[in-house]
């Protein structure tokens, strides 16, 4: 494995945490005059298998996301229970969470990230189990984390 994290030229997504979800797109609909998805949420505990600081945990969240011809700007209201989510939105309020990048061997990239100082956070399954997510601490060096994502259909041999 070469020694970058990206799999591709582009940031998917960039994330906000807001405590308040409906207020948060309305805002940023009016300022930009695009029509959020609908709002979803995280899958249940059953099919996420989240993991928040190494061990087995329930997390929720309710999310909606802006699609521009470039990036996805995510808007992500979490739920009251200790989150890589919750605990950003604790510690620093509203505001921007993470930048997500695709990748097609989260084993491999994850390790990367570890390797270079930072923290895997949580991970979990997405609703549908069509892929997955993993969040790493890169808030000292960045500001905010880093999120790596990986679809089914994309997904290498993972080592």
């Known amino acids: 494995m070469d020694k970058r994290l990206l799999d591709e030229d582009a ?6 945490v807001t405590d308040d ?7 940023f609909a009016d300022l930009t005059g695009k029509t959020p998805s ?11 298998k989240a993991v928040y600081h190494g061990k087995p945990a329930e997390v929720s969240c309710r999310l909606a996301m802006f699609k521009f011809g470039n990036i996805d700007v ?13 605990d950003l939105l604790d510690a620093k309020g509203p505001g921007v969470h993470h930048i997500a990048f695709r ?7 994850g390790k990367y990230l ?18 997955r997510y993993a969040y790493y601490d890169t808030v000292d060096a960045l500001g905010i984390q880093v999120e790596l994502l990986e679809f089914n259909a994309d997904m290498e041999k993972q080592g």
Do not use: Y
């Open 114 to 131: 570890v390797g270079k100082g930072h923290e895997e956070l949580q991970k979990a399954e997405f609703l549908g189990s069509h892929g």
């Open 38 to 48: 609908p709002i979803g949420a995280a899958a249940g505990h059953a099919e996420a």
């Open 21 to 27: 979800l409906e207020k948060s797109l309305d805002w």
């Open 74 to 86: 995510e808007f992500l209201e979490p739920g009251p229970e200790k989150s890589a989510w919750r």
């Open 11 to 16: 940031i998917m997504q960039i994330c906000f």
């Open 103 to 109: 990748t097609r061997n989260m084993t491999e990239r």
